[in-house]
């Protein structure tokens, strides 16, 4: 049971690029959140997803995109990435009324 | 706004000792208070509080909640080097969405 599993690792960009980082739950969980971590600043939410088909924002969406297509997959999308986005980017998972999963993190920096 | 506040921000023990953590919050619709230890990678799971003046234990962890005062502390006696972490503190809150709002963390440093 691999629980929470999020791709890449870690990653450097330049300024301008996009990627995608994936997230994969294998616990059967219709919640899924993504988080960024900075220095100072504790965990924040960017997207999260209530069930498969739904995604909506957090406290910082901007220039982040979501999706869940299928219910173990949470993906985030960064359009064009920059300088400010450059944090640690952790995704979780919850079955409601509980705490949540987390993944391992990724750690990406946009040079 | 809605916001948790964790205090103190880092804090440096020697093997043995007794810490205390503080978190307090101010967030709308609330459900849980948890705790999590963060070690270089994804915070993991200590304790879920619901109920006040129930200590919840877990070894030389426990931790208690506040509903009146809005607050919640995590004990951790005779502390070991292994406990050396970053704490977070969270609030479950909303209704249907399920969403976890932050501290931002006691670092916690155990010397031996």
């Known amino acids: 049971n691999a629980g929470v599993t999020q791709t890449p690792k870690f990653r450097v960009l330049k300024t301008g690029q996009s990627m995608t980082l994936l997230c994969a739950q294998d616990m059967n969980h219709e919640y899924m959140y993504w988080y960024r971590q900075d220095p100072g600043m504790g965990l924040r939410l960017i997207h999260y997803?209530?069930?498969?088909?739904?995604?909506a924002k957090g406290e910082v969406p901007d220039g982040y995109n979501v999706s869940r297509l299928k219910k173990q997959n949470f993906l985030l999308g960064l359009e064009s990435a920059a300088p400010s986005q450059t944090s640690v980017y952790f995704c979780?998972?919850?079955?409601?009324?509980?705490?949540?999963?987390f993944g391992s993190g990724t750690r990406l920096t946009v040079v | 706004e809605d916001k948790v506040v964790q205090s103190p921000l880092s804090l440096v023990v020697h093997e043995g000792d007794t810490v205390t953590l503080n978190c307090s919050y101010e967030?709308?619709?609330?459900?849980?208070l948890l705790w999590y230890k963060q070690e270089k990678k994804a915070p993991t799971f200590l304790f879920m509080l619901t109920s006040s003046g129930i200590e919840k234990k877990s070894g030389r962890l426990s931790s208690i909640l506040d509903k009146k005062e809005l607050f919640s502390i995590l004990n951790i006696t005779a502390t070991q080097t292994g406990d050396s972490a970053v704490y977070l503190c969270a609030v479950l809150y909303g209704g249907a969405t399920n969403k976890l709002i932050f501290g931002t963390g006691t670092l916690l440093a155990v010397q031996p």
């Open positions: 997803s209530v069930g498969e088909g739904t995604t």
């Open positions: 967030v709308t619709n609330f459900r849980s």
């Open positions: 979780a998972s919850s079955l409601g009324q509980s705490g949540y999963t």
